[in-house]
């Protein structure tokens, strides 16, 4: 209930709502905005509460997506995009040097984080190289010998500066993802059912530049991310 009271006392001029979700525009409405604007494939009770929509192609690219939205709110899209994020903090009492992979092995949504048989089979894989493990979770992560496991030690700019200097990023959670396609470039995405078209990122060059790596699976145990382990190994242990 306090949370709610806040948001009613936001009351802003507009609303853009990226989500699209029932949730994201009640939240719109609550906070008492005098527009409301969404995209077209929104979800369909929540555009009832959209005052301008705009038209996009749902089987789009995510960034392309939302940035029509942003294009509906009078922005202007240039040629080239900035991402303009934060250099992050370091954390304390960890050492930054030997070089690490950082693995980012848990997602918010249930069935798409990596079990732990599968972070161990990473790890193992890439050895002696160090890796860093980050993430909220429950569950308690064995780590190898050659694995750091910083689940629930880390904030949002301490995760920032740890994507920013690590080798290779690996991560199956689109935030990370989309962090480490701004600020470092040298991603593996793991998809466990989404289509990595319309939601992998893209490093930020006129027209989207370059797609990073991704590796589309159908299970929370996939066979072709343990193929590009064995595969990345190698280039990841050298200097």
Known sequence: MPWLKRIRETRPDLALDFEGSLRSALIAKISGAKEIYGMSDAQRGSRLFYTRIAKINRHGHAVNRYLKLAECAGA??????????PTGDPLPRFDEYPPFI????????????????????????LAPTRLVVVGQSQRKIDAPENCVDLTNRT??????????????????????????AAVNGRLLSIHTWTDP????????????????NSAPSTDSTPRGCEDAVVALGPKMSQP
């Open 76 to 85: 202007i899209i240039g040629e080239w995009l900035r991402c303009s994020l």
């Open 102 to 125: 950082l693995l980012n092995p848990i997602a918010r949504v249930e069935g798409e984080s990596l079990s732990n048989a599968v972070i161990a089979e990473f790890c193992r894989a």
């Open 155 to 180: 904030s949002l700019l301490q995760l920032i500066r740890l994507i920013r200097i690590a080798r290779f990023v690996v991560s199956v959670d689109s935030g990370p993802m989309y962090v480490a």
């Open 197 to 212: 078209r319309r939601s992998v990122p893209t490093i930020p060059t006129p027209g989207f530049g370059k797609t990073v």
